[in-house]
């Protein structure tokens, strides 16, 4: 883990000493908009057109936020419009690197060795964090975007005549409803696994875990008489819960001390976490390899010795039951 000070790379772990053990989000730095003509959106410059094969998406398979974009640049078709590559899952002195290992896609598009080089590409003064993902326009050669939620909104609404499969996963009578959810979910699941994970202080480590839990028993309950969040359509909060959720038993319960209970001991979160796993396309784009390499391997300050344990045993491919909830077809057309 580490940073860029104008330009150059710093290995830094999080400070929290200022914040009484609290972990703090910084917010993302680049923030311009692919737009469907080009046209200036809601933050940054225009002249970012969603055209195929312009833009190329820097991603690790361990990081909840980089899976978001993977997933719905699955669901929305645009494999063959928007190129990938993959950092290997350890992240130590180097940040996200793309060294060798399965599962990893090096850099074909700026030949870097470390996703810093990126940054330092794009702005060769830049300071702040080196995250994924990283959405890269090829043709102007800089980085349009880092927040993982943009791009989420980038790919549903600005390539709908660029990707094979139609639908919209934000969709405007849903909208205040999508919102509010990703709220709650952010800063007491997405989010509250990383605070209750990364305190330093016992007071840090209660105040995070006890808003994750109410969250989790609330959308059990809400998930008993609908099927996704907002009824019987997959929407992008589904989307992001999902990147947390399946983490959750390998990962947060024992790494991040999130264990009042598993997601195995919701019976209507468990079933909807099978459900959208087993949605076409999704299940290929979570590999627990990753997933566990990452937080075992690369959080010394957590996991001094590095290794990673065996279980837990999950069957994500188990039924689901869940039809009777909602209509055949899950996906919004």
């Not at 980089?66 to 669901?75: E, V």
């Not at 419009?81 to 850099?107: K, N, Y």
């Not at 702040?128 to 959405?135: A, E, K, M």
């Amino acid at each position: 883990m580490g940073l860029l000070v104008d330009g150059e790379w710093r290995d830094v772990w999080y400070e929290t000493k200022s914040t009484g053990g609290r972990f703090v989000r910084k917010d993302s730095a680049f923030r311009h908009w692919v737009t469907a003509d080009g046209a200036p959106g809601p933050g940054g410059e225009g002249g970012f057109a969603a055209e195929p094969g312009r833009y190329h998406l820097y991603v690790s398979l361990a990081c909840p936020w980089a899976h978001r974009t993977l997933i719905l640049r699955a669901l929305k078709g645009l494999e063959d419009a928007i190129s990938v590559s993959v950092v290997h899952w350890r992240m130590l002195e180097r940040g996200w690197t793309f060294e060798e290992g399965p599962g990893t896609v090096p850099d074909a598009v700026n030949g870097a060795d470390a996703l810093y080089q990126v940054y330092q590409a794009a702005d060769a003064h830049y300071s702040g964090r080196v995250t994924v993902p990283v959405l890269w326009d090829k043709q102007r050669r800089t980085i349009v975007n880092n927040e993982s939620s943009e791009i989420l909104r980038m790919f549903n609404s600005a390539f709908d005549t660029v990707g094979a499969q139609p639908g919209d996963y934000y969709p405007a009578a849903l909208r205040p409803e999508i919102d509010a959810l990703n709220a709650r979910i952010y800063d007491t699941v997405n989010n509250g696994v990383y605070k209750a994970g990364f305190a330093t202080s016992q007071a840090a480590y209660e105040e995070a875990i006890t808003p994750l839990f109410d969250t989790l028993d609330w959308l059990d309950d809400r998930l008993s008489s609908r099927r996704f969040l907002t009824g019987d359509h997959v929407t992008e909060a589904d989307i992001r819960l999902f990147t947390t959720l399946v983490r959750f038993d390998p990962v947060y319960v024992g790494h991040f001390k999130c264990n009042i209970r598993r997601i195995a001991d919701y019976p209507n979160l468990s079933a909807y976490l099978r459900d959208l796993y087993q949605l076409p396309g999704v299940s290929g784009t979570v590999n627990f390899q990753h997933i566990k390499g990452h937080y075992y391997e690369s959080h010394r300050t957590i996991n001094p010795t590095g290794i990673v344990p065996a279980g837990p045993v999950q069957d994500l491919t188990a039924p689901h039951g869940r039809e009777r909830l909602s209509g055949a077809n899950p996906l919004p057309v």
